[in-house]
């Protein structure tokens, strides 16, 4: 069975930064794409950013520019570095795996929480 175990999250101030990290339990070149979503209390899960084998990002408009999504293939992991942190970053967020199939593997998530 394949894992994804997101780690990094925490209280952070306004304006701080926090790097998060999503290992898989076996190779990450079982998935295509990797990305970041995030749900805020009393709102739907949304993508942060994603990226494919080929180290190619993709990231949500308003994400774009605070947020960088990154992975280290010989560590099976994939990174969300996040910049100039607001209270509205509050949210879990979670780390999903697309396979080649189409089979969507979650994170149980981290929480982040940005308050002062």
């Known amino acids: 069975q394949v894992q994804l175990v997101e780690s990094g999250g925490g209280l952070v101030q306004p304006g701080g930064s926090l790097r998060l990290s999503c290992a898989t339990s076996?190779?990450?070149?079982?998935?295509?794409?990797m990305g970041w979503y995030r749900q805020a209390p009393g709102k739907q899960r949304e993508l942060v950013a994603s990226i494919g084998s080929g180290s190619i990002a993709n990231y949500a408009s308003s994400k774009k520019g605070r947020f960088a999504i990154s992975r280290d293939n010989a560590k099976n992991t994939v990174y969300l570095q996040m910049n100039s942190l607001q209270p509205e970053d509050t949210a879990v967020y979670y780390c999903?795996?697309?396979?080649?199939?189409?089979?969507?593997?979650w994170g149980e998530g981290t929480l982040v929480t940005v308050s002062s």
């Open positions: 999903k795996g697309r396979t080649r199939s189409g089979m969507d593997y």
């Open positions: 076996g190779s990450i070149f079982l998935f295509n794409i």
